[in-house]
């Protein structure tokens, strides 16, 4: 089992600025990709933005630009820098982690962290 860890979310105006972090813990042996989504009342999760283990991060056409994913593999853990914030990112952001392990690929959601913006 894997479990995660989200921190970071909160109160901010927009044009601001806040950092999402996320560490997996547990029985660990390959993440393959880890990643935040983010979902709003009546409406269904959508990515954000993922990196892999290997190779480029891919993001939403909303937060390009805005926004960064970036990954600590020592850590097992991933961040999110999210500039320019806007009113339309206001939601409950996710962490997801896809896990490989004895041939078996899985994926693990965090908890979720709200990440309110303010006009």
């Known amino acids: 089992q894997v479990q995660l860890v989200e921190s970071g979310g909160g109160l901010v105006q927009a044009g601001g600025s806040l950092r999402l972090s996320c560490t997996a813990s547990g029985t660990i042996f390959s993440i393959i990709a880890m990643g935040w989504y983010r979902q709003t009342p009546g409406k269904q999760r959508e990515l954000v933005a993922t990196i892999p283990s290997r190779g480029t991060a891919t993001y939403a056409d909303s937060v390009k630009g805005r926004f960064t994913i970036s990954r600590d593999n020592a850590k097992n853990t991933v961040y999110l820098q999210m500039n320019s914030l806007e009113p339309e990112d206001t939601a409950v952001y996710y962490c997801?982690?896809?896990?490989?392990?004895?041939?078996?690929?899985?994926?693990?959601w965090g908890q979720g962290t709200q990440v309110t913006v303010s006009s």
């Open positions: 997801s982690v896809k896990h490989l392990g004895f041939g078996i690929i899985r994926d693990y």
